[in-house]
């Protein structure tokens, strides 16, 4: 089944505890991308990649680490997680960045920043 | 970056009525993308515009292109409770740019 999988799904920890969430797509896309989603606020890009060590910086990046050393896989780093990182996080994937084709969204990854 | 108005932000109606939601911008964009998520799930890719003034369907919910590039609009027809969740637009130009969501809610 051609999807987007990301690990863990809920996630508590307290500030300044290294983390990171993975994603992973079985879709052999090029494109894959971090979002944060929060109330009021809709989906905000924090990093994008266009292919394997390609990446770039989204709407939102401060805090956050990517990198992309094969093309499934795409994780996201918070080095030292801060309250204001507590939020609900989406990878996605395309198999292009021209945006002309579908983006599959994971499932989501609930942090909570103590 | 691109911002994107998308209104309303919720939306209490009866089942059976017509829905209508739209988007704006101030920029222009290459295509406009309509997604739905329901609770606990990542979004759902429902209708893509690939060319202003273009009108497309998919079963009871039509979108179009603003002439312009510059706004969309999602309707659903005849609601029913499955329809119930949060509708995003998105809009690619250079990158993705996501609206903040219409949340539909259907009283039985």
């Known amino acids: 089944e051609a999807q987007v999988t990301q690990n863990p799904r809920y996630l508590i920890t307290v500030t300044g505890k290294k983390l990171t969430v993975t994603c992973s797509q079985n879709m052999n896309h090029e494109y894959m991308s971090w979002y944060r989603q929060d109330p009021g606020l809709g989906l905000r890009q924090i990093y994008y990649s266009m292919n394997v060590e390609v990446t770039d910086k989204g709407d939102v990046p401060e805090g956050y680490k990517v990198s992309r050393k094969e093309k499934r896989n795409f994780p996201l780093i918070l080095e030292s997680p801060s309250p204001n990182q507590t939020s609900l996080y989406f990878c996605a994937s395309s198999l292009w960045a021209s945006g002309r084709d579908e983006q599959f969204f994971g499932p989501g990854t609930r942090l909570t920043v103590l | 970056g691109q911002q994107l108005n998308q209104s309303p932000q919720s939306m209490f109606i009866q089942e059976g009525e017509d829905v209508s939601m739209n988007c704006t911008s101030s920029s222009i964009f290459n295509t406009w993308l309509w997604y739905k998520q329901e609770p606990g799930e990542g979004p759902v890719l429902l209708i893509a515009?690939?060319?202003?003034?273009e009108l497309t369907s998919n079963g009871r919910l039509t979108a179009q292109f603003g002439i312009t590039r510059k706004d969309s609009f999602l309707n659903i027809s005849a609601s029913i409770p499955s329809d119930v969740g949060i509708y995003f637009c998105?809009?690619?130009?250079?990158?993705?740019?996501f609206g903040k969501g219409t949340h539909l809610i259907i009283q039985p």
């Open positions: 515009l690939y060319k202003a003034g």
């Open positions: 998105a809009g690619q130009y250079d990158g993705l740019t």
